[in-house]
Antibody
């Protein structure tokens, strides 16, 4: 079964750090670009970051640039998001999603909740 | 960046009736080289992740009921649910993937039963 499972969310104080993980299974992880997308409580979807299949190309939304770092380990079929200098406005459910050139974000994880609060 | 807008913000439709959601992009998402519109539609039910319904503006993802259809080209797109079912209550988002990887989503349209 094709699956993405996120972990690592939790409660963190403003200015703190958190590392999210996304474990992939059921497909050739190393062949796909991967993304993080977040959704603040009661709000819409916001693309956060993208990494190409071989990590050669990395992109960030302006809202997280300089604070978040995306990475992947193809040997472990895993995607990561290191989040530093967290702010209250980073509070959201964070989803990892597989990008397919033809079909856009065709596989999504269940999400992991990040709450930034003192 | 390409800005996506959707209308209406929400709508309530009787069971079995048609629901129509509009999506507009601030610039064309049509690639002239392959004549494909890089526009996708997602359905998100409460407490669940988004689910891909439609890609290339009009191609239904495998397993998606044929009451869901997408149309449009360039900057104007429509998602139609031909006969609303109770399980279709959700928020629907459009997304452009033309300006990869700067993906942008529309703000969403909430569909309820009247």
């Amino acid at each position: 079964e094709v699956q993405l499972v996120e972990s690592g969310g939790g409660l963190v104080k403003p200015g703190g750090s958190l590392r999210l993980s996304c474990a992939a299974s059921g497909f050739t992880f190393s062949s796909y670009s991967m993304n993080w997308v977040r959704q603040a409580p009661g709000k819409g979807l916001e693309w956060v970051s993208s990494i190409s299949s071989s990590s050669s190309y990395i992109y960030y939304a302006d809202s997280v640039k300089g604070r978040f770092t995306i990475s992947r380990d193809n040997a472990k079929n895993s995607l990561y998001l290191q989040m530093n200098s967290l702010r209250a406005e980073d509070t959201a459910v964070y989803y990892c999603a597989r990008y397919n050139t033809a079909t856009a974000f065709d596989i999504w994880g269940q999400g992991t909740m990040v709450t930034v609060s003192s | 960046d390409i800005v996506m807008t959707q209308s209406p913000d929400s709508l309530a439709v009787s069971l079995g009736e048609r629901a129509t959601i509009n999506c507009k992009s601030s610039q064309s998402v049509l690639y002239s080289s392959n004549n494909k519109n890089y526009l996708a539609w997602y359905q998100q039910k409460p407490g669940q992740p988004p689910k891909l319904l439609i890609y290339w503006a009009s191609t239904r993802e495998s397993g998606v009921p044929d009451r869901f259809s997408g149309s449009g080209s360039g900057t104007d797109f429509t998602l139609t649910i031909s006969s609303l079912q109770a399980e279709d209550v959700a928020v629907y988002y459009c997304q452009q993937y033309y300006s990869t990887p700067l993906f942008t989503f529309g703000p969403g349209t909430k569909v309820d039963i009247k």
